[in-house]
């Protein structure tokens, strides 16, 4: 499982639930407020003391993302 998985997940849903497994994956208390529409990425990223952590590289709201 997250974070040592060797494979990617797409995690979609709606809130409350999609805020609360973000803040679960990133070792959060309680829930993470996302917007709607909105994109987040977490990677894993070892931490100091040698563990493999969740780590956010992007949040974004969609007046953020462009469209191709």
């Given amino acids: 499982g997250c974070p ?12 409350p639930a999609l805020g ?15 917007a709607k529409g909105g ?4 990677a894993a990223r070892p931490s100091a003391d040698g563990d493999d952590a969740g780590a956010l590289v992007v949040e974004a709201t969609p007046d953020k993302l462009s469209r191709s």
């Fill in 20 to 34: 609360r497994v973000a803040a679960h994956l990133l070792d959060e208390a309680g829930e993470r407020p996302l």
């Fill in 4 to 15: 040592t998985a060797i494979a990617t997940t797409l995690a979609a849903g709606h809130e």
């Fill in 39 to 42: 994109v987040v990425w977490i």
